[in-house]
């Protein structure tokens, strides 16, 4: 009888031990999903997801599966809060975070983090100034800037009016970018609430008395009236803008006032990872990202997590959270779609810069230069 019982208690403790050390490594994903701004993670997702099957399919880290907590904050910071303090008490020891102010939000605590949390969708020098877990991989933001000033003042299409949602802390900081770029006095800003302001008229009424060179839209869906009213009411200056302009609720609003705005946009480096990726994201999602920039730094930042997690070994032992953060701060040169990747010592990637392109009929062809 004592034998059977120590054979028993054998096997419970060899399948408890087993179970800790399966136990599934757990990554969180925040961002929208929904709403106006939804265009900026519904490829993030799934481009995350192609990263962790590849490993998955490989048998994991040390035999553990990696999941995805994946969390809709439709764009709104305080729902990236909540949604961070809910991956990171189901156990998530790093995070992507897509919304811009949550991600700010989150990462400007002066409590140390629960999790590496990593940006992969902006890249700029405030995220430089963050904690020691805080990363981006994405396109550089001041390159945005900074091309569209480049070709407005190329151009020599002075003054200029910038129209940008003023609540928003990534266009904010963007059209600040361009008032220091071309100069106050060469910049006619107008801030508003894309998501309650409708008097676009009166607002177009005041651009046009100001014989304004070229306009700026910063700015999701409802931006688009803004554009529309302003063909409407026969403003015939360029437009410029980001890249937003790819989402078909965007383009809905907008209509053919769109067709040829100018917009700071990247695309990944043509390679044959680049094509086997498309075809596995189009057969995953039944399309092609409408976004490369929200889709394929995503996949990157999330290869990147994973061989980093993988290098540190996570069989039967508790990942540690600082030990990853020191790692990704070593990386160099990562050969990946969006094209080498170095993170720099402050956590953040700049080789990812933003061009020119030109939007026609729906799609983006890039200028030269």
């Keep these: 009888m004592l034998h059977k019982l120590i054979s028993r208690l054998t096997i419970l403790h060899f399948v408890a031990s087993t179970a800790v050390a399966e136990a599934p490594i757990k990554i969180g994903w925040i961002g929208p999903l929904s709403g ?7 490829d993030s997702v799934p481009a995350a997801q192609l990263a962790i099957e590849e490993i998955n399919a490989r048998g994991g880290i040390g035999g553990r599966m990696i999941d995805l907590l994946v969390e809709d904050d439709q764009h709104e910071p305080t729902k990236s809060v909540l949604a961070f303090k809910k991956v990171v008490s189901e156990g998530a020891v790093a995070v992507l975070m897509v919304t811009y102010g949550g991600f700010m939000a989150v990462t400007s605590s002066k409590n140390e983090l629960p999790a590496v949390v990593i940006n992969p969708l902006d890249c700029n020098e405030d995220i430089a100034a963050l904690g020691d877990r805080v990363f981006c991989v994405a396109t550089l933001t001041e390159s945005i800037s900074d091309i569209i000033a480049k070709h407005i003042i190329r151009e020599k299409r002075m003054p200029v009016s ?9 266009m904010l900081k963007v059209a600040e970018g361009l008032k220091a770029h071309i100069g106050t006095k060469n910049v006619l800003a107008e801030g508003i609430d894309q998501n309650s302001f409708h008097d676009y008229r009166s607002l177009i009424q005041r651009i046009k008395g100001k014989n304004v060179h070229a306009v700026v839209f910063l700015g999701h869906d409802p931006m688009a009236q803004g554009m529309r009213v302003a063909r409407e009411m026969g403003i015939p200056v360029p437009f410029y803008t980001v890249g937003t302009i790819t989402s078909p609720g965007f383009q809905k609003l907008a209509g053919k006032s769109a067709d ?4 700071a946009f990247w695309e990944a480096p043509s390679s044959g990872e680049l094509d086997s990726f498309m075809k596995r994201f189009s057969t995953k999602v039944g399309r092609l990202p409408i976004l490369q920039l929200a889709s394929i730094p995503s996949y990157d930042a999330m290869k ?3 061989a980093t997690l993988s290098e540190l070994g996570g069989e039967k032992k508790p990942i540690d959270v600082s030990s990853v953060a020191a790692s990704l701060r070593g ?9 080498n990747i170095t993170i720099d010592e402050d956590g953040v990637t700049r080789s990812i810069r933003e061009e020119i392109f030109e939007f026609r009929d729906g799609a983006l062809r890039k200028l030269k230069n």
Excluded at 260 to 263: F, N
Excluded at 331 to 339: A, F, R
Aim: hydrophobic letters at 45%; a negative charge; zero cysteines.
């Design 260 to 263: 040829g705005a100018l917009v």
């Design 162 to 170: 910038v129209v940008y949602d003023e609540h928003h802390p990534f």
């Design 331 to 339: 990386v160099e040169q990562h050969h990946g779609l969006s094209g």
């Design 36 to 42: 106006n701004s939804a265009v900026l993670g519904i």
């Design 304 to 306: 990147i997590l994973l």
